[in-house]
């Protein structure tokens, strides 16, 4: 059993001195710039650097709850992260930086919070983002499970990037960045609730460099990852807002053997299944071939593949091509698949 020295405790929320120390020790040597180093209460960027990369500001926020915290291929300071990340990155812009919010149950390892700030760090650098400002928050045991991280973004569009759903055109093209349904099923396994064998990992990754090598291949039309509710809650936003059909090929869906096991033993729909490091991307199609090279040729997309077309009627409607030959409707999700996802 853990000494008390070991856990958090009400005192590191107190905002005296055992609260400082933890911003300190975990939180500001960890995340390591000179913003942050300076202890205010909020960050003060430069206009000037971000005015030289765009003419807008994206600007997204994001709370996270995961169980277990740490699952094959991330946890859930990876998983902050990416996720703001990648939800700035899909306006085709340049992510700067990021603030971040822990809402700590007391009694938390402290070993575990180390882990989970020193991942945050790691992916912020891989990412190109700085964590400049946060919040510390400790809560009553029972209050909360474990540990909560709420993490916003600022990056910077440059002025000749006009991505959003409302852009899609009918013939346009449908392409996901690789394998889907992975994060979903590895926290499925990572539950130990189901005796699955395998070596499922999350797909948990930032995507900001992947979408950069496709603007630089080719115009794109929107983008969006597919996070809770998987492909199916993207298509379909996608189909309201543009008022247009998406056609969906199963035969085309890049899925990992392992994924597609437990989806059939479970019963559960791979199109539904979370994904925290995969994109859906519509394009025009006589650009498709060059973006889907430049995806493929990415670290991040090696696996990406063209699953769908676009087409002007009925207007906001989803369908999927099964193995085959049928068609059949892919609503928006009702409910979770599986809880406390990400």
């Known amino acids: 059993m853990l000494r008390e020295e070991e856990c958090i405790t009400l005192a590191h929320g107190s905002g005296g001195q055992a609260m400082q120390q933890l911003i300190e020790q975990y939180f500001v040597a960890a995340f390591d710039n000179a913003e ?48 703001t990340v990648n939800d700035v990155a899909m306006a085709g812009a340049i992510p700067r930086y990021l603030s971040c919010s822990f809402i700590i149950e007391e009694g938390l390892p402290l070993a575990t919070l180390e882990r989970i700030v020193a991942s945050m760090a790691r992916t912020a650098r891989e990412a190109g983002v700085q964590i400049v400002t946060g919040d510390t928050k400790v809560v009553h045991r029972g209050a909360c499970d474990k540990l909560f991280i709420n993490t916003s973004g600022i990056g910077v569009v440059p002025g000749d990037r006009q991505l959003g759903a409302r852009h899609i055109q009918p013939e346009d093209r449908v392409i996901v960045s690789g394998t889907v349904g992975d994060h979903g099923a590895a926290i499925l396994q990572a539950r130990g609730e189901l005796a699955l064998s395998g070596e499922l990992q999350s797909d948990c990754q930032p995507l900001n460099g992947l979408v950069e090598a496709m603007l630089a291949a080719g115009p794109v039309r929107a983008l969006r990852d597919a996070t809770r ?48 490091g995969k994109l859906i991307a519509v394009v025009p199609p006589q650009h498709c071939d060059a973006i889907l090279a ?39 999700p009702v409910g979770e698949q599986l809880p406390r996802i990400c």
């Open 36 to 83: 942050l180093a300076l202890m205010e209460d909020q960050a003060q960027l430069p206009l000037a650097s971000l005015n030289g990369a765009g003419d807008r500001l994206s600007f997204a926020t994001d709370s996270f709850v995961v169980d277990p915290l740490e699952f094959p291929g991330g946890d859930i300071g990876k998983l902050a992260v990416c996720g």
């Open 229 to 276: 509710g998987g492909v199916a809650a993207v298509a379909n936003e996608m189909a309201s807002v543009a008022q247009v059909s998406i056609e969906l090929e199963e035969a085309a869906l890049p899925l990992h053997p392992e994924v597609r096991g437990v989806s059939e033993i479970l019963g559960l729909d791979p199109l539904l299944m979370a994904n925290e």
């Open 294 to 332: 430049a995806m493929q040729a990415h670290p991040a997309g090696r696996e990406a593949a063209v699953i769908g077309t676009v087409a002007a009627a009925p207007a906001g409607q989803v369908s999927v091509v099964g193995l085959f030959g049928g068609s059949r409707l892919l609503p928006m």
